[in-house]
């Protein structure tokens, strides 16, 4: 028999599961006789449920699916479409550059794999979907930390102590957030044997149509000099993929050009010019 909890996630989930389908919403009576619940136990679901933002609450009394509940579905429905459009064009990226290349969300403080796609030939990773990898030493991760401002950056690298992966791994908040500036700049991330010993990694963001960053693409490779070179055909394939899923998803190519074409001419300046 299942213990009080599970019982009241189990009544909070069929109650979520009855408004759904009442467009109009209903009162909390209609609800307690629905459901086969006294007054008490209704208004103690709806209690909570109202507090987190799952359930709205109209001044006629009536309750409705709330705006939190739509967010979440809708971050689900984002996630199934970016994969549906994204396959084709990463699918094309690992038979030009013959590695794995990921596509990546952020959930907190870890990056999630939504996707991978790799090759027999290619360059073995510890990563798999739906894998958890960090933030701060990924350029996955570091590329959604672009995403976000300077205090959300701070608080998400100083939360807990920064684990080192390997000997390159950078795990100074200020010389992390200082990176992080240059990423947002360049609309490039890499990761030099900072996750894997032997794997070094280049990431670009995936917008949508509000032109803010929802995902993460990358490759690898097991050498420096792969696409760390002021020319490297590898770093123009990894954008112009990106750019061709942010295409997909909404995105204005000139709001995706003014984020990673300027920055991939500055670097090559820099590095040509040192």
Same mark, same amino acid.
């Given at each position: 028999?299942?213990?009080?909890?599970?019982?009241?996630?189990? #009544?909070? !989930?069929?109650? +979520?599961? %009855?408004? *759904?389908?009442?467009?109009?919403? @209903?009162?909390?009576? $209609?609800?307690? /006789?629905?459901?086969?619940?006294?007054?008490?136990?209704?208004?103690?679901?709806?209690?909570?449920?109202?507090?987190?933002?799952?359930?709205?609450?109209?001044?006629?009394? #009536?309750? !409705?699916?709330? +705006?939190? %509940?739509? *967010?979440?579905?809708?971050?689900? @429905?984002?996630?199934? $479409?970016?994969? /549906?459009?994204?396959?084709?064009?990463?699918?094309?990226?690992?038979?030009?550059?013959?590695?794995?290349?990921?596509?990546?969300?952020?959930?907190?403080?870890?990056?999630?794999?939504?996707?991978?796609?790799?090759?027999?030939?290619?360059?073995?990773?510890?990563?798999?979907?739906?894998?958890?990898?960090?933030?701060?030493?990924?350029?996955?991760?570091?590329?959604?930390?672009?995403?976000?401002?300077?205090?959300?950056?701070?608080?998400?690298?100083?939360?807990?102590?920064?684990?080192?992966?390997?000997?390159?791994?950078?795990?100074?908040?200020?010389?992390?957030?200082?990176?992080?500036?240059?990423?947002?700049?360049?609309?490039?991330?890499?990761?030099?044997?900072?996750?894997?010993?032997?794997?070094?990694?280049?990431?670009?963001?995936?917008?949508?149509?509000?032109?803010?960053?929802?995902?993460?693409?990358?490759?690898?490779?097991?050498?420096?000099?792969?696409?760390?070179?002021?020319?490297?055909?590898?770093?123009?394939?990894?954008?112009?993929?990106?750019?061709?899923?942010?295409?997909?998803?909404?995105?204005?190519?000139?709001?995706?050009?003014?984020?990673?074409?300027?920055?991939?001419?500055?670097?090559?300046?820099?590095?040509?010019?040192?």
């Amino acid at each position: 028999m299942p213990d009080a909890g599970l019982k009241t996630v189990d #009544r909070a !989930l069929a109650l +979520l599961e %009855l408004l *759904a389908h009442e467009p109009q919403g @209903l009162r909390p009576m $209609e609800i307690g /006789t629905r459901m086969a619940l006294n007054k008490v136990a209704v208004h103690r679901l709806l209690s909570t449920l109202i507090r987190r933002g799952f359930v709205e609450k109209r001044d006629d009394g #009536r309750c !409705l699916v709330g +705006l939190k %509940l739509v *967010a979440i579905s809708s971050l689900r @429905l984002n996630n199934l $479409e970016l994969k /549906t459009e994204a396959q084709p064009w990463l699918r094309r990226l690992v038979e030009k550059v013959g590695q794995p290349v990921h596509l990546a969300i952020r959930d907190g403080n870890e990056i999630v794999y939504i996707e991978k796609i790799e090759t027999v030939h290619s360059i073995r990773m510890y990563s798999q979907i739906g894998k958890r990898s960090p933030l701060h030493c990924t350029a996955l991760g570091k590329v959604l930390l672009g995403a976000l401002d300077d205090r959300q950056v701070r608080d998400l690298l100083q939360a807990a102590p920064l684990k080192a992966y390997t000997e390159k791994t950078e795990t100074d908040p200020v010389r992390l957030l200082a990176e992080i500036r240059q990423v947002r700049q360049s609309g490039i991330a890499f990761d030099r044997e900072e996750h894997e010993p032997g794997v070094f990694c280049a990431a670009c963001p995936i917008l949508d149509y509000r032109g803010q960053v929802i995902a993460a693409l990358s490759t690898a490779g097991s050498r420096c000099d792969y696409f760390d070179q002021p020319n490297s055909d590898v770093l123009a394939a990894i954008r112009e993929t990106a750019l061709a899923i942010s295409r997909r998803m909404g995105c204005d190519p000139e709001r995706f050009d003014s984020l990673t074409t300027e920055g991939l001419r500055a670097r090559k300046q820099e590095e040509e010019n040192p």
